[in-house]
């Protein structure tokens, strides 16, 4: 697939808005994908969360506790794809 992420804001929870630069957009519930263990333990805090910001170099999202997560990924479920490889389940780092 190969899309990138050209931006993303955090909405209530820990729901993202995701616009990619094909123009697909959507939103997409992470708590809800997403096991908040290792590297994403610090985004159940949502203060932490809401600091999303888009990795223009790598077309990904990412937080500044170093987490981030694979564009491929989160486009599919944002269409309702089947994931691009099978070690894409769960989200989790």
């Known amino acids: 697939m190969l899309k990138d992420i050209v931006e993303a804001r ?3 929870g820990y729901r ?3 616009r990619f630069e094909d123009g697909t957009t959507g939103e997409i519930n992470l ?11 610090p985004l159940k805090d949502l203060a932490q969360f809401a ?6 170099e790598l077309g990904t999202i ?3 506790c170093g987490a981030d ?6 486009y599919a479920r ?3 794809q089947p994931l691009p ?3 894409a389940q769960p989200l989790s780092a």
């Open 10 to 12: 955090a909405l209530e």
């Open 16 to 18: 993202l808005y995701l």
């Open 31 to 41: 708590d809800q994908v997403i096991h908040f263990e290792g590297v994403l333990a």
């Open 51 to 56: 600091q999303v910001s888009v990795n223009q």
């Open 62 to 64: 990412e937080w500044p």
């Open 69 to 74: 997560l694979d564009p491929d990924v989160l």
């Open 78 to 80: 944002l269409l309702g």
């Open 85 to 87: 490889h099978p070690k």
